[in-house]
């Protein structure tokens, strides 16, 4: 088991751990700051540096398909990891810049899903753009979302996470708004993220603290995928064409 320090603190840019393993998938260390993918956000990139002061680039984190509740730093490609054996404290630290994007983007999701009150089929969360895919067939306008978007930006609204029983969620069905991404069970509770008066679903990704953190992200493309799909595309409005 990895202990997952970004759950709780989604600010922690790095943290002291040990390596417990390492395969084929990558390290596993006993703790990380590091966010592995799921959900449909990226897993985190950054560095692990060994007591001689080696520095391993950890270019993408995963789940470790093999080993339950293990979660795998991925060296870049031909990295060096001879110093990194079982039993070797390091330095983890992530890329704090792309952790920022990642976490504007996905509170950026958040709220487009406030804006827009249908199932969501689809989520991807990079650190160069979001999307969102819309089990709908309505029209949507991209500058009434990026208005609606900046509004609520703009109201600064806390943004908090808690944890609820599973009993919980199954009373409230309405709180699960994804139809591809359903929240882990067996656990005996569920992580949900609160948008204070706007948002309440479960979630375990990474977010900012307030609204006003998210800043100036836009809508930059809305596509009809199908039928009953309508997808919505975020992007940074200073990389906005």
Not at 151 to 169: D, F, N, Q, T
Request: proline share 5%; with cysteine.
């Amino acid at each position: 088991m990895t202990e997952e320090l970004f759950r709780e603190d989604a600010t922690l840019a790095a943290c002291e751990a040990t390596v417990l393993a390492i395969d084929e998938a990558g390290l596993v260390l006993d703790r990380t700051v590091f966010y592995p993918l799921g959900g449909g956000q990226a897993g985190d990139a950054g560095t692990l540096t060994a007591p001689g002061g080696e520095v391993l680039t950890i270019a993408d984190t995963r789940k470790h398909k093999e080993r339950p509740g293990a979660i795998a730093h991925v060296p870049a490609q031909g990295a060096d990891v001879s110093a990194f054996a079982p039993g070797t404290r390091v330095t983890a630290r992530i890329d704090v810049a792309r952790r920022q994007a990642h976490m504007r983007f996905h509170t950026a999701t958040h709220l487009l899903c406030a804006l827009v009150p249908h199932p969501v089929d689809g989520c991807s969360i990079t650190a160069g753009y979001a999307r969102l895919d819309f089990h709908m067939n309505e029209p949507l306008d991209k500058e009434q979302l990026s208005a609606g978007i900046a509004r609520l930006v703009a109201g600064a609204h806390a943004v908090r996470h808690r944890w609820i029983s599973e009993e919980e969620l199954d009373a409230n069905p309405g709180l699960v708004r994804s139809m591809s991404v359903q929240p882990p069970r067996g656990l005996g509770r569920v992580r949900v993220l609160e948008i204070e008066g706007v948002d309440l679903q479960p979630c375990g990704g990474t977010h900012v603290a307030n609204t006003h953190e998210v800043g100036d992200v836009v809508v930059t493309k809305i596509e009809k995928k199908s039928a009953m799909t309508r997808r919505v595309v975020l992007g940074f409005a200073s990389a906005a064409p």
